[in-house]
């Protein structure tokens, strides 16, 4: 059932698909100096993704998920600025002020994900209440691949230099930038998944008796 609502959504109860997941007005600092923005942009993938394991405390109120992604996507407009020595060399400025489109190819990727859950009861259904409070996100890439179009800076293209540069140093741009948008990524999945537990009642979806675990 969550994979079918991860591919289609559920729109009457404003649950969107999870793929493509929908980036916007990201930032991150890069290279101490250099900012990248990421107006509009989309994570696809999601919905290939496999759960390994998904475990649930119910004495902590904790989820812990695993899963494991063979390929996820970043692309999206991009507007990169910042005064660094380091890229002088590289682009022969050390000032960078440009935009264009970037996309992102991350394989092999797992995800660890540690969230606040619990069950409420409404209206004789039980239903799993899951949140971001207190997340713990973890994640750990196989490969990174780096992919500049139209990257003006200001009249010239330097989209095959920058994309040659992240390539080259892709975990330690993964480090600086990655971070940010996958930490993004994971929260929206998360709240999204949050939706469809408030939404949707888990006899719906898991055949054990909840009752003895109720608190709330």
């Not at 910042?82 to 440009?98: A, K």
């Not at 990174?144 to 139209?150: G, L, P, Q, V």
């Amino acid at each position: 059932m969550m994979k079918t609502v991860s591919r289609t959504g559920v729109k009457e109860f404003g649950i969107i698909p999870l793929d493509p997941l929908p980036l916007r007005n990201i930032s991150a600092t890069v290279l101490d100096g250099i900012t990248i923005n990421v107006s509009e942009g989309a994570m696809k993938g999601m919905k290939n993704c496999v759960i390994n394991e998904f475990n649930i405390d119910w004495e902590k109120e904790r989820g812990y998920m695993n899963v494991t992604c063979d390929v996820l996507s970043l692309k999206g407009q991009i507007v990169v600025s910042g005064e660094n020595p380091e890229i002088q060399s590289t682009i022969g400025s050390n000032t960078l002020n440009g935009q264009g489109i970037a996309e992102i190819k991350l394989d092999n990727t797992n995800l660890y994900i540690e969230v606040s859950i619990y069950l409420t009861k409404k209206d004789g259904e039980i239903y799993l209440t899951m949140s971001n409070k207190n997340r713990i996100y973890l994640y750990d890439i196989g490969k990174a691949h780096f992919i500049t179009e139209k990257v003006m800076f200001p009249n010239d293209d330097l989209s095959q230099i920058v994309s040659s540069y992240l390539n080259d140093n892709w975990r330690t741009t993964m480090k600086q930038f990655g971070s940010v948008f996958m930490n993004k990524a994971l929260e929206l999945f998360i709240a999204l998944i949050a939706k469809f537990c408030d939404a949707i009642p888990t006899s719906k979806y898991i055949t054990e008796d909840l009752n003895p675990f109720l608190k709330h």
